[in-house]
């Protein structure tokens, strides 16, 4: 007799092929002989190059970056918390270019809009008729005295986001801290960040490793936030925060990470009144404030003004995804100064909108799609449970597939985390989803 739990993956895996957009019609390509830079290849960049490379004919497409591994970021709490090998995130940018694109392995060191050029670290000169940027985040740990990514992994020191090696380096952590449990210290910082959810996901994550090692009843849990709240969509938050109270897991607020000694295990906190806190830790986990890339922040592209100006952001119209005051200019994924959208699935609806108002805008026409700022965050609370959050700009909850509520965890959303959003993935980034 089939399971229920099997019953019901296979019911959502209908469900959510069923959400995913159907391949477009066919269609005349657009004839153009224009030059289109990419900078960037991660799943942004590299989707648009995918979904332009099927929408025009004769057009140029380069893309610039170095990195030759394409490293499948939303995989990296499944990894530092022991539920996937590393391997399972890593695989080679080659693979997914479309055919006949011309890759420059270099990284963008300026961008000069004005004269429709961006310069490498190289010191090449590239000139383009059109731009996507795609530069995604800087992680900022500059900002936290004394942190030293190279050390993650030792002395109790977590970070998720770096690398596939700081993800597997954390696990290591979270293992020699779960056999022993103490104190653990997570922390959020006040910035934009890319997979808000992912510092929460740790949380969950690391108290249920201490429960199944049976050390939780010696061990405490304290989440850090710079803000006054742990999540930015106040449904959301409201729900963690109670879930949290029931696993004895306390938040102290308005507290920003600002340095860390790292030999001696202890971590300093500021206050909004400038207040220095410190604790000692056997456990911290780092989540670094994040900004856009200087060659994104200290170029004409950026904001200038409004909330999006500190962090250097894109200034790009929030529903279009065209730049504000550089027509010909795109930009795609966490490096846009948006009120949010900095996950996988806010590529997954974006890139086709990208994609198509490019090349509308290429035949003379105007960028008509919209984009309403849909993220999805897989919530783990548990091995083998997670919640399935979608919501838009304005924070409202959008869910997707029927048969999940968006704030109940389920084995299903904790099934398609681990086993069907990769392939989804993949579909975006070849261009196909």
């Given at each position: 007799m089939t399971s229920a739990p099997?019953?019901?993956?296979?019911?959502?895996?209908?469900?959510?092929?069923?959400t995913l957009p159907a391949a477009p019609p066919a269609r005349a390509r657009v004839k153009t002989q224009a030059h289109i830079v990419i900078a960037g290849s991660g799943l942004g960049g590299i989707a648009v190059a995918n979904r332009l490379a099927g929408l025009l004919e004769g057009a140029r497409i380069t893309i610039v970056d170095r990195k030759e591994e394409h490293n499948y970021q939303p995989g990296y709490t499944l990894v530092a918390s022991g539920v996937w090998p590393v391997e399972k995130v890593r695989d080679r940018n080659a693979d997914f270019q479309p055919a006949g694109v011309t890759w420059v392995k270099d990284m963008v060191a300026a961008f000069e809009p004005a004269a429709n050029t961006v310069v490498t670290a190289g010191g090449q000169r590239i000139r383009y008729d059109f731009l996507v940027v795609a530069t995604g985040v800087h992680l900022d740990y500059a900002q936290i005295q004394g942190m030293d990514v190279a050390a993650i992994g030792t002395n109790g020191l977590a970070s998720v986001y770096p690398s596939p090696q700081a993800a597997q380096a954390t696990w290591a952590a979270m293992q020699a801290f779960a056999a022993k449990g103490g104190e653990?210290?997570?922390?959020?910082?006040?910035?934009?960040?890319?997979?808000?959810?992912?510092?929460?996901?740790?949380?969950?994550?690391?108290?249920?490793?201490?429960?199944?090692?049976?050390?939780?009843?010696?061990?405490?849990?304290?989440?850090?936030?710079?803000?006054?709240?742990?999540?930015?969509?106040?449904?959301?938050?409201?729900?963690?925060?109670?879930?949290?109270?029931?696993?004895?897991?306390?938040?102290?607020?308005?507290h920003k990470l600002t340095a860390v000694d790292i030999g001696a295990r202890r971590a300093t906190f500021t206050t909004p009144e400038g207040e220095k806190v410190e604790t000692a830790y056997d456990f911290l986990h780092v989540v670094p404030p994040m900004r856009a890339p200087d060659a994104v922040k200290q170029s004409d592209l950026s904001w200038k003004e409004g909330p999006f100006a500190a962090?250097?952001?894109?200034?790009?119209?929030?529903?279009?995804?065209?730049?504000?005051?550089?027509?010909?200019?795109?930009?795609?994924?966490?490096?846009?100064?948006?009120?949010?959208?900095?996950?996988?699935?806010?590529?997954?609806?974006?890139?086709?909108?990208?994609?198509?108002?490019?090349?509308?805008?290429?035949?003379?026409?105007?960028?008509?799609?919209?984009?309403?700022?849909?993220t999805s965050c897989p919530l783990i609370t548990r091995e083998g449970s997670?919640?399935?959050?979608?919501?838009d700009y304005e924070g409202r909850l959008t869910p997707s597939l029927p048969m999940i509520e968006p704030l109940q965890d389920s084995y299903f959303a904790w099934l398609m985390k681990v086993r069907m959003l990769k392939p989804a993935y993949l579909s975006v980034l070849k261009g196909r989803v």
């Amino acid at each position: 007799m089939t399971s229920a739990p099997t019953r019901r993956a296979l019911l959502g895996a209908a469900a959510l092929a069923a959400t995913l957009p159907a391949a477009p019609p066919a269609r005349a390509r657009v004839k153009t002989q224009a030059h289109i830079v990419i900078a960037g290849s991660g799943l942004g960049g590299i989707a648009v190059a995918n979904r332009l490379a099927g929408l025009l004919e004769g057009a140029r497409i380069t893309i610039v970056d170095r990195k030759e591994e394409h490293n499948y970021q939303p995989g990296y709490t499944l990894v530092a918390s022991g539920v996937w090998p590393v391997e399972k995130v890593r695989d080679r940018n080659a693979d997914f270019q479309p055919a006949g694109v011309t890759w420059v392995k270099d990284m963008v060191a300026a961008f000069e809009p004005a004269a429709n050029t961006v310069v490498t670290a190289g010191g090449q000169r590239i000139r383009y008729d059109f731009l996507v940027v795609a530069t995604g985040v800087h992680l900022d740990y500059a900002q936290i005295q004394g942190m030293d990514v190279a050390a993650i992994g030792t002395n109790g020191l977590a970070s998720v986001y770096p690398s596939p090696q700081a993800a597997q380096a954390t696990w290591a952590a979270m293992q020699a801290f779960a056999a022993k449990g103490g104190e653990a210290v997570m922390t959020l910082p006040a910035t934009p960040l890319k997979c808000a959810g992912a510092p929460l996901k740790m949380t969950f994550m690391l108290r249920d490793r201490l429960r199944q090692a049976g050390t939780l009843g010696r061990s405490r849990v304290q989440f850090y936030s710079a803000l006054g709240n742990v999540f930015g969509v106040p449904k959301v938050n409201d729900n963690v925060l109670a879930r949290w109270k029931d696993l004895g897991v306390s938040v102290v607020p308005t507290h920003k990470l600002t340095a860390v000694d790292i030999g001696a295990r202890r971590a300093t906190f500021t206050t909004p009144e400038g207040e220095k806190v410190e604790t000692a830790y056997d456990f911290l986990h780092v989540v670094p404030p994040m900004r856009a890339p200087d060659a994104v922040k200290q170029s004409d592209l950026s904001w200038k003004e409004g909330p999006f100006a500190a962090g250097g952001w894109l200034e790009v119209d929030r529903a279009t995804l065209q730049h504000r005051r550089f027509p010909n200019v795109f930009g795609i994924g966490d490096i846009n100064g948006t009120p949010r959208g900095k996950t996988a699935a806010t590529v997954k609806k974006s890139a086709p909108i990208v994609a198509n108002n490019l090349a509308a805008v290429i035949a003379g026409g105007q960028a008509a799609q919209r984009f309403d700022g849909y993220t999805s965050c897989p919530l783990i609370t548990r091995e083998g449970s997670a919640m399935l959050i979608e919501f838009d700009y304005e924070g409202r909850l959008t869910p997707s597939l029927p048969m999940i509520e968006p704030l109940q965890d389920s084995y299903f959303a904790w099934l398609m985390k681990v086993r069907m959003l990769k392939p989804a993935y993949l579909s975006v980034l070849k261009g196909r989803v």
